[in-house]
């Protein structure tokens, strides 16, 4: 009887080791390699998005970017800058704002 407890407490401390130690695998070798997956993976989504973006702007097409929120809703449209006429690529005045604006006497 005292030799079957102690071999179900040793087959238990074995079973917590070999438990411990494949929590300790994931910790440190299974978990970052898969957080490393997921950011390459979100990384190539990313740039997959940018180019398509960049490749339809270049068509001389106009792309709408959304940005914000479902209530702060915004969109800038883009297109590429050897689309736009000249009239539109002369630089702006170099003076500074408060020089346009006429003071208010009381």
Do not use: E, H, W
């Not at 009887?1 to 238990?12: E, G």
């Amino acid at each position: 009887m005292v030799k079957d407890k102690k071999n179900i407490i040793i087959l238990s401390l074995v079973l917590i080791i070999v438990l411990l130690s494949l929590f300790l695998v994931y910790i440190f070798l299974l978990r970052p390699a898969l957080n490393g997956l997921v950011v390459r993976g979100q990384n190539q989504g990313v740039q997959y998005a940018v180019y398509a973006i960049a490749q339809q702007a270049s068509g001389c097409n106009i792309v709408p970017l959304f940005i914000g929120n479902s209530t702060n809703n915004q969109t800038i449209n883009m297109v590429a800058v050897d689309c736009l006429p000249a009239s539109c690529l002369q630089p702006a005045s170099t003076q500074p704002a408060s020089a346009n604006q006429t003071n208010v006497q009381k």
